[in-house]
């Protein structure tokens, strides 16, 4: 197996990201009403857009259960959403078997040790700059931006850049 960072994301099909601590900054915001909100990245949404226009599947796979999340997914267009599940590796199958991708072609974005088992497994594992110690022990690639603060963004890039389509992905932007 090839073990540099940008050898191994030549291999990623599908990008599975968690949420609170990835796509947010693990900040949850609650009213009084018990309604839950979370602050994503726009430049995260726009690099998921970009990874997924160049043939990268993109999935998510968190603990928590939110409406804003599939409000979320819903404007990103992703269809690969398994939200409420605690034990992230016993679910990481069916959303594998969803997305049509072996374990060999999944990477994973995570920030907390709850998501070790599933980066323990994938091809990619990958985490935010602010991520637990052990996380970032047992990473591939480590951002340099915290989770919520364009982590996304830069993971979808260097994804981009090894797979040679980042050029193609930045290119309408530059005529």
């Known amino acids: 197996?090839?073990?540099?960072?940008?050898?191994?994301?030549?291999?990623?099909?599908?990008?599975?990201?968690?949420?609170?601590?990835?796509?947010?900054?693990?900040?949850?915001?609650?009213?009084d009403d018990g309604q839950q909100y979370k602050a994503f990245n726009s430049r995260d949404g726009h690099g998921i857009r970009m990874l997924a226009d160049s043939g990268v599947q993109i999935g998510i796979l968190t603990g928590r259960r939110s409406q804003v999340v599939e409000h979320r997914c819903r404007?990103?267009?992703?269809?690969?959403?398994?939200?409420?599940?605690?034990?992230?590796?016993?679910?990481?199958?069916?959303?594998?078997?969803?997305?049509?991708?072996?374990?060999?072609?999944?990477?994973?974005?995570?920030?907390d040790v709850v998501d070790l088992p599933v980066m323990r497994r994938v091809v990619m594992a990958i985490a935010v700059a602010d991520?637990?110690?052990?996380?970032?022990?047992?990473?591939?690639?480590?951002?340099?931006?915290?989770?919520?603060?364009?982590?996304?963004?830069?993971a979808c890039e260097f994804i981009l850049e090894a797979q040679d389509n980042l050029q193609a992905a930045l290119a309408p932007y530059l005529e």
Do not use: C, W
């Open 1 to 31: 197996m090839n073990d540099t960072p940008r050898q191994r994301a030549r291999d990623v099909r599908f990008l599975i990201l968690d949420v609170d601590g990835v796509l947010t900054d693990g900040s949850l915001y609650l009213g």
């Open 75 to 111: 404007d990103l267009g992703i269809q690969h959403i398994v939200q409420g599940r605690r034990d992230k590796l016993d679910a990481l199958g069916g959303l594998l078997e969803a997305a049509g991708v072996g374990i060999e072609h999944a990477a994973y974005m995570g920030d």
């Open 131 to 154: 991520a637990h110690p052990l996380v970032r022990e047992h990473a591939h690639y480590i951002t340099r931006a915290g989770g919520g603060r364009g982590a996304v963004r830069e």
